[in-house]
């Protein structure tokens, strides 16, 4: 099959990644995206994952699927198993579309735990997946699955979501930065609740805070326009209601709320 598309599938492409931007939370994002794109590559089931990159190996996890199941626990058949090659694709320092045919010859996959333990049970067989990277940070890991009686997944397929790949760059990346930033304020809000129950003042609390995030001295008083000694006066008089000796002892008070 051509990889060209139609003038109505390029409007229709077009229409799904403005469907998809006005998505507000990362679950509408997914299910968006999922049930959009059915209509240009047929599926049996699909998932989206966040990934991340921990001590050199990458993590999935918030699965979204097209399967009708509440528990994360049934979401993660995806994840399972030691997949053969995977890493040289999802641990790229860039997006990039793959297909499991791809990776594996497929006399070879039906031979693998992964496909007769995982997959074969929910009549998986052909696979489509695309890892979304920006800048070296993992993002999101979309899947796309048939069964063994359809069709392995075609060039036109391929293509299609290499047309994606950069919307979907910026809009996952985007979502991030939205999670980082609520963790923050819930974090934030968190160290504000308990310098209250010491009662310390707003500026003590803005100290404390800055404490917590890491900063130097001299960070402090540029961010807050004091001298190091009005810093040390706030600090002597946090330390008195805290009951604390130094600044390490007070990030250890309040590091249960970071």
């Avoid at 790229?92 to 496909?115: G, H, L």
């Avoid at 047309?163 to 160290?191: M, V, W």
């Avoid at 500026?203 to 807050?224: F, P």
Wanted: hydrophobic share 35%; charged share 25%.
């Amino acid at each position: 099959m051509s990889s060209t598309l139609f003038d109505y599938e390029w409007q229709f492409l077009i229409q799904m990644i403005s469907r998809v931007n006005y998505s507000d939370t990362y679950v509408n994002t997914c299910n968006t995206l999922l049930q959009q794109m059915k209509t240009l590559i047929p599926f049996q089931n699909g998932v989206v994952f966040q990934s991340s990159r921990e001590n050199g190996d990458v993590r999935l996890r918030s699965p979204v699927t097209t399967e009708a199941v509440n528990d994360e626990q049934d979401h993660d058949f995806f994840t399972r198993g030691n997949y053969p090659h995977w890493n040289e694709f999802i641990m790229a320092p860039y997006s990039i579309v793959f297909r499991q045919s791809d990776i594996i010859p497929t006399t070879k996959w039906e031979k693998t735990r992964v496909y007769r333990e995982v997959w074969q049970p929910k009549n998986n067989y052909w696979g489509l997946f695309v890892s979304l990277v920006y800048k070296d940070c993992p993002l999101a890991v979309l899947g796309f699955l048939r069964s063994r009686s359809d069709e392995d997944f075609s060039a036109r397929d391929i293509y299609i979501l290499n047309a994606l790949k950069d919307p979907l760059e910026r809009k996952f990346y985007a979502l991030l930065q939205t999670d980082k930033q609520s963790n923050r304020n819930a974090l934030q809000d968190g160290i504000a609740k308990s310098a209250a129950q010491y009662n310390l003042t707003k500026r003590e609390t803005e100290i404390v805070l800055l404490n917590c995030a890491g900063k130097s001295s001299e960070d402090m008083c540029k961010q807050l326009f004091i001298t190091h000694a009005t810093l040390s006066k706030h600090l002597t008089n946090i330390y008195a209601k805290t009951k604390v000796r130094n600044r390490t002892q007070l990030f250890g008070l309040f590091s249960k709320n970071i």
